[in-house]
């Protein structure tokens, strides 16, 4: 097979395939600037509570290895 044949033949999968991708409704891309959005804050008190679990947890593995 020669290489301008392979090339046809990829040529006519791609294009099958952008048809596909037609019928099921195109491809939605999103952009990371708008993907990424307003960044979420977590409040002071949500800060604390995941520090005080989390000494919680390491409090509990330190008493298991005593």
Known sequence: MAIMDVIQVLQNNVNVMQKVIKMLGGVRVQESKKAAGKPRKMSAAGR??????????WAKI????K
């Open 48 to 57: 604390k509570r995941i520090a005080a679990a989390q000494r919680a947890r």
């Open 62 to 65: 330190r008493a298991a290895k």
